[in-house]
């Protein structure tokens, strides 16, 4: 079985604080992914990764940054945290198929992260 | 950009009735489709897919998902939902590329016994 472990399931920071999120991977998958999961807007894509050391902008990349230094390991980090960051944070990983064609994605179990 | 509308956004139902969750997206080009689960308190999963060849794929759990290409639509059923059907949904976009994916805003699906 895939397993996507995140380092936490819950999480609260105060406002302006610099806020680490860990995912880790151990099907040796090439792609990583961060969403965000809010109410009535679905999943938002963040970041992703399709290698080490590679990233890409999503769709909403404002305020956030990334690290993939090992292959199973992709880590999101909020420089600064603010209220409007208050969410829940999903980490997904799946194979790469070829340059442009993915493959099912695994979730992990998401870091409900609330920000004071 | 691609854009994924899944019109209801809540949906109730009595057990063994029928399923039709409606999703559509903007991107004319060559797309892979996802629709996924997420039972409460569970992981996102994947229910089904589509990237090529039948355009009725079948899931797990009597699912099932239509490509039409011509309405880009990618509609999920299920002839007889059971409580345990219980979930949100999600459809799901791959296009242009890089392994990108947008996701719908998601269905709230109530089964009531």
Redesign the interface.
């Known amino acids: 079985d895939v397993k996507?472990t995140q380092s936490s399931r819950y999480l609260v920071k105060r406002t302006g604080e610099k806020v680490f999120l860990e995912c880790v991977q151990d099907m040796d998958h090439e792609?990583m992914?961060w969403?965000r999961q809010d109410p009535?807007?679905?999943?938002?894509?963040i970041y992703?990764s399709?290698d080490v050391k590679m990233k890409?902008k999503?769709?909403i990349p404002e305020g956030y940054s990334v690290s993939r230094e090992k292959k199973e390991r992709f880590s999101l980090i909020l420089e600064s945290a603010s209220t409007n960051q208050t969410s829940m944070y999903?980490c997904?990983s799946?194979f790469?198929n070829g340059?442009?064609?993915?493959d099912?994605?695994y979730?992990?179990?998401?870091t409900r992260l609330t920000v004071l | 950009?691609q854009s994924v509308s899944?019109h209801n956004?809540h949906v109730i139902l009595s057990e063994a009735a029928s399923l039709e969750l409606g999703c559509n997206y903007s991107y004319g080009g060559t797309v892979?489709l996802?629709w996924?689960v997420q039972y409460p308190g569970q992981?996102?999963?994947?229910l089904l897919?589509y990237?090529s060849g039948d355009p009725l794929v079948k899931g797990i759990k009597g699912f099932e998902a239509e490509f039409i290409k011509s309405k880009f639509s990618f509609n999920l059923r299920k002839p007889s939902v059971q409580w345990s059907d219980t979930a949100e949904y999600?459809c799901?976009v791959?296009s242009g590329?890089?392994?990108?994916?947008?996701?719908?805003?998601?269905t709230k699906l109530q089964v009531i016994p």
């Open positions: 996507v792609n992914f969403y009535g807007l679905g999943l938002r894509l992703f399709y890409e999503g769709d999903l997904a799946s790469s340059p442009t064609v993915g099912t994605q979730f992990g179990p998401g | 950009a899944q956004h892979n996802f996924y992981h996102l999963q994947l897919k990237f999600f799901a791959e590329g890089y392994q990108k994916v947008t996701f719908g805003t998601g």
